[in-house]
């Protein structure tokens, strides 16, 4: 029986709504990719009526895959707050109760120890991963800028915004930060809910999807 201890109870739900949530950025990424690199796609669609459509569609796919990645680090109680999975995986008592819980599941308590250290330096992975984007990280201001963007452009529309900085965010500070949450995720679902998952496999899936799908556009 799993652990009733309700501060890894919290967690595991964190993680695997964290899952569902980056499943979606993935999905959304992989269609959005080949409609921004994909030169033959852009000379085939050129400047007919189709094309203005076509961009459409790309700003909408950006922009769900951003609100997917920002929803992560939202900070609301009810929400996944990566905030809170930071600050709970820097408890030892909490990777000690992992631990012992995996291992009277599967019936290994002659190597918990070794367990233990596995799931430590899985946590402390993760761990550095979330440092770069909490306060004073050197990607904090990466952070910054999508939660201005998501908060006065995307999930809201202010009339008068108090930064424009949101809209900042290049696309490589936007890929490392979609690269890093799919490490993040990985090893989340490894170190708390004893999942193996690999987010490339999930990318391959959509990319596939998505080859098959623009191909069909002309």
């Known amino acids: 029986m799993e652990t009733d201890d309700p501060k890894i109870v919290a967690l595991r739900e964190q993680v695997t709504a964290a899952q569902q949530e980056f499943d979606m950025a993935v999905a959304f990424h992989e269609v959005w990719k080949p409609a921004t690199y994909d030169g033959d796609l852009h000379s085939r669609l050129g400047t007919s009526y189709a094309s203005q459509a076509f961009l459409v569609t790309r700003t909408a796919l950006r922009r769900e895959m951003l609100l997917a990645l920002t929803r992560l680090w939202d900070t609301n109680k009810q929400a996944i707050r990566m905030q809170c999975v930071w600050a709970t995986l820097r408890d030892k008592k909490v990777i000690d109760a992992l631990a012992l819980d995996r291992a009277k599941r599967g019936g290994w308590l002659d190597v918990f120890d070794e367990m233990r250290n596995d799931l430590s330096k899985k946590a402390a992975e993760a761990v ?74 999930t990318a391959n899936v959509y990319g596939f999807y998505a080859s098959h799908f623009w191909k069909r556009v002309t």
Do not use: C, W
């Open 128 to 201: 550095q991963l979330l440092n770069k984007y909490m306060e004073g990280g050197k990607h904090r201001a990466v952070l910054e800028k999508l939660l201005t963007l998501r908060h006065e452009r995307l999930a809201h529309r202010q009339l008068a915004p108090a930064t424009a900085t949101g809209a900042n965010a290049t696309d490589e500070e936007i890929e490392q930060f979609y690269q890093d949450n799919s490490k993040l995720i990985e090893i989340l679902l490894s170190v708390v809910n004893a999942m193996a998952y690999d987010p490339q496999d």
